[in-house]
């Protein structure tokens, strides 16, 4: 099967880019691993983080696809708290939607393949950069030269060998705007992110210590706001609630928010960190 035929149709079913890498392991991200403090929703398997053979043993080629989403710069006012810009419905189902079609057009051709998509735990940006979807900027996001880092990332491991696509030839170069916007002094002047410091993962982690989420009740996106490539829309209501918007029972909050990716925080750590935020208006 060619290549751009693959393209095409991934295009048609909404990714926003397609790139095709030659599998291998990470080996360069080992030490990096092993050295990690794994956050408690973290997968902390670290061959399952840079093997793709633990994840399909038969792997020799991979599909990776980028899903775009729109940035916002949501100004608040009193008593308003946000999502993330990329929190407005679960990206994974999304993501996996297109992988479904893609595995089921392949499997025509006697093609077999395993969708991955975040959860799985093989490193995702990692495995973008080798089928040639962009870069590792210093914010540690991938970063694609037209479409930013507005994007998430999901891919199939195939039985069948793609010529991969080539390297992106770019870099934040003397850049460090994302640095200097980072309220928690998160990324580091040499590259990479200190993740136990980042405020996304605060909003996610039943265990962070207690601090100001800069009005965030899931994720953060002030790096992406503040980096050169990428467009910020302005204001978008869905992604604003007030404290009021989860005084709810267990069973309402589920059925009220189900399909969007903040739902598996569950209502009281959601309830948690408008506390902590209220505390810091007064
Ligand atoms: C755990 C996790 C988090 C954690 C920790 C992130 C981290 N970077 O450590 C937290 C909760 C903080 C987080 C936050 C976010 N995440 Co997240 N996250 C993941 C997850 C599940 C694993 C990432 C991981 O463990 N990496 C391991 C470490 C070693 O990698 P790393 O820190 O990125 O390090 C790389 C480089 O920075 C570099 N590096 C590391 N150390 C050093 C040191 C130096 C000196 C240098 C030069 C380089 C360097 O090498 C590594 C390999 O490339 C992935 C999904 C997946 N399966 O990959 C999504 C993923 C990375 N997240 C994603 C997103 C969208 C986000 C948020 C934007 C969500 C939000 N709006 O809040 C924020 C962005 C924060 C940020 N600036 O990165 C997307 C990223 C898409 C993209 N464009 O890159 C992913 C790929 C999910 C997906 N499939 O779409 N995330
Ligand atoms: S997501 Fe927010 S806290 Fe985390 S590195 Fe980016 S700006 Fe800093
Ligand atoms: S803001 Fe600048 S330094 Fe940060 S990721 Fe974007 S280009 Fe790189």
Redesign the pocket.
Known sequence: MKKEVIRQRALELGADAVGFARPRIFEEIRSVLEEREFLPFEQPDIERGINPYKHYPDTKGIVSILLSHGLYNNKLSEGEYKVASSSLVDYHREVRNILRELRLLLLGEGIQSVALCDTEGLLDKQVAVEAGLGFI???S?L?HPQLG?AHHIGYLLTDTFWEPDPPVDL???L?????D?CPKEA?REEGGLNHLRCLSGATQNRKAQKQYLEHFLYGCDI?LR?????KVEKREEAFIYKEEDFLLSHREFQLQYEKKEFAWLGRNLLKRNIQWNKEEDR
């Open positions: 900027g210093k914010n996001l970063i880092s870099s934040c170069g850049c460090r705007k994302c640095i916007a990324i790096c503040a980096c050169p490539y990428n």
